[in-house]
């Protein structure tokens, strides 16, 4: 793996990883903590350093453990295929339900704050910026 690969390869973990912790606050109402998922690997005979897990969460640094990957899959509840981004991999049901959540909430946001900013707007010209950011927040197909 070239050193490219390589921090393309940890950069989209860490896009993973921050997206299972967002399922997840949204599940539970609560981030996971780093000493959460240490001990929960730990369990399972598996050890997580901070630095390590610090450099995974930030797409630092590409790190090839299958038990940390099958430890965190278990923890998160997702294939660990998912997690290492692997060719074919399906996204998890509640992971696609979230992302939907999380797209009409930034879009709702985003019309709220056109809506507050631009002030005395006709209902026309909002009904227009409406389409158009629920046109733009629309997912495209995956392949």
Do not use: C
């Amino acid at each position: 793996m070239t050193e490219d690969e390589s921090q393309a390869a940890a950069e989209d973990l860490a896009k993973r990883l921050r997206l299972l912790m967002d399922v997840a606050v949204a599940e539970s109402g609560t981030e996971p903590t780093y000493s959460q998922i240490a001990d929960y690997l730990q369990e399972r005979g598996t050890n997580l350093s901070r630095s390590r897990w610090t450099y995974m969460v930030n797409g630092h640094r590409y790190v090839q453990d299958p038990a940390v990957f099958e430890g965190l899959a278990a923890f998160f509840d997702v294939d660990a295929a998912f997690l290492l981004g692997e060719d074919g991999a399906a996204t998890p049901e509640k992971v696609s339900a979230q992302l939907d959540l999380v797209r009409s909430m930034r879009a709702a946001k985003v019309k709220s704050y056109a809506a507050r900013t631009l002030g005395d707007i006709s209902p026309k010209a909002l009904q227009a910026i409406t389409k158009f950011l629920d046109e733009e927040m629309t997912p495209m197909p995956e392949h």
